[in-house]
């Protein structure tokens, strides 16, 4: 590229705005400041009819430092910090407008004092240095405070990537110490829910024995007494089997529910056949109710086959036990949803109010009386625990008319 020269008529020449879009294009790729206040002083050398560059600006004392200059010139430096041209620099920091004057360096040179903006404020002055003590044209200076003010653009985006690193570099902290104390909390718990797991298994592994011995003495005095003591002997031997054997059915329960937390193998299994294995296990209850139990082709899922088929069999159980006034008709399907398989177990039985339908899935919670539908209040528990344990999720909604419908989900893909 051509260098320019003072006397020259910029306005038909192309090379002066040539310069001007080349240095546009390459200082936005410089990262630092102090790297971009060098590269344009050089290239306003090399590509402009300047002499020298200088960029000055005021410290926190309110004294005028040189941050650069170039050529370095110790002379140069002394000339720019005299008090005469301290002086303009001022009124240019303080006006914001341009300037010209000779510097005598030692020679005399016309200088162009130009402000740098920055947040619309004027933070520094650049200034141009051109031997002789000819004025510097229109053009040129036009070109000039647009350099001036592509360098305080620039120096704007440079400071907020600055600050913007800054903060990232912060946030990158502030995360990384989040992710260790979670990761040690979820160490934490992780051990916390496995000593619980294994008390609840250990206590109720250790409670079956004693209640074996209490339940088998009970039906023994039963057998034996029965008819043979008074009603209300009969009535509280009664009372007494029956509580033997929820507690043996809730103790079994439990067992169940604390099993889930061990890893079960998982592998590609038939909807339909663990389907059919929960409809084998229900055989009798679906007899004894008249129920009618339905299904659409069900797919392949990644699914330990005995849970899937307990979680069938819970589902369809409820649906048989807390049924209407007609005999049970539950319908099981399924259907793709992004990612996952989801299945509906719908029935047309007493439904669930929308207010309950979060608390039927906590152990131990039962929305009627012992007496008229038996239970422990763990199998919905239980089916949400294998459920979630597999990266799904189980929810009720009330069905079309009466009854309920329950979902849940199951993801496509293998397990990692």
Known sequence: MKKLKPGDNLSPRPELFEAFIKLAQYIVRLKSKQDMLEHVGKFIA???????????????????????????????????????????????????????????????????????????????????????????????????????????????????????????????????????????????????????????YAASHDLREPLRIIAGFVQLLSRRYKGKLDADADEYIGFIVDGANRMSNLINDLLAYSRVAAAAPVKKISGNAALENALANLRAAIEENSASVTHSLLPEVYFNENRLAQIFQNLIGNAIKFHGDEPPRIHVCAEAAGGHWCFAVSDNGIGIAREQADRIFEIFQRLHGMDKYPGTGIGLALCKRIIESRGGRIWVEPGPGRGSVFYFTVPKGAPE
């Open 46 to 200: 090399v590509h402009f009819p300047a002499d020298w560059v200088a960029f000055v600006k005021p410290d926190d004392k309110g004294n005028v430092i040189i941050t650069h200059c170039i050529p370095q010139s110790s002379s140069l430096t002394e000339a720019i910090l005299s008090g005469d041209i301290r002086n303009i620099i001022a009124n240019v920091l303080e006006s914001g407008f341009l300037a010209s004057d000779i510097i005598h360096a030692p020679g005399p040179y016309m200088a162009a004092f130009l402000p740098v903006y920055e947040e619309n404020n004027p933070e520094k002055v650049m200034l141009i240095g051109h031997k002789g003590e000819s004025p510097v044209s229109k053009e040129l200076l036009d070109i000039y405070l647009a350099i001036a003010g592509l360098v305080g653009a620039t120096s704007e985006r440079l400071k907020s990537e600055s600050e913007l690193n800054r903060h990232r570099a912060h946030l990158e902290e502030i995360v990384e110490e989040r992710t260790a104390e979670l990761s040690r909390a979820k160490a934490e718990l992780e051990r916390s829910n496995k000593d619980l797991e294994q008390f609840a």
